[in-house]
């Protein structure tokens, strides 16, 4: 059975930081590149990273670059997102993908508020 498991969200000021922590079971992890994405309430859900299989090379929406991390370690079977600086606007439910050749998986989400 194929799970993707969130962890890590929470409530935390402006200016905070959080590490959003997703680890995968029932495939194989070190085959498919993973992403983060959120979701705000009322707003389209949107790319926050991307990281290759290998972890060699990652991608980050303009808005993150600088303030977020991602990162994994194949041998955890977990990708991790270290979000610094945090703003009100990065509020969301954050969420794990999967991508494999052929499958594509998701988890169910971790909320993130950022409130004073």
């Known amino acids: 059975q194929v799970q993707l498991v969130e962890s890590g969200g929470g409530l935390v000021q402006p200016g905070g930081s959080l590490r959003l922590s997703c680890t995968a079971s029932?495939?194989?992890?070190?085959?498919?590149?993973m992403s983060w994405y959120r979701q705000a309430p009322g707003k389209e859900r949107e790319l926050v990273a991307h990281?290759?299989?290998?972890?060699?090379?990652?991608n980050y929406a303009d808005s993150m670059k600088g303030r977020f991390t991602i990162s994994r370690d194949n041998a955890r079977n977990t990708v991790y997102l270290q979000m610094n600086s945090l703003k009100p606007e990065d509020t969301a439910m954050y969420y794990c993908?999967?991508?494999?050749?052929?499958?594509?998986?998701w988890g169910q989400g971790t909320q993130v508020t950022v409130s004073s």
């Open positions: 993908n999967a991508r494999g050749t052929w499958y594509a998986y």
């Open positions: 029932g495939f194989t992890f070190s085959s498919y590149a």
């Open positions: 990281i290759t299989s290998t972890g060699g090379s990652t």
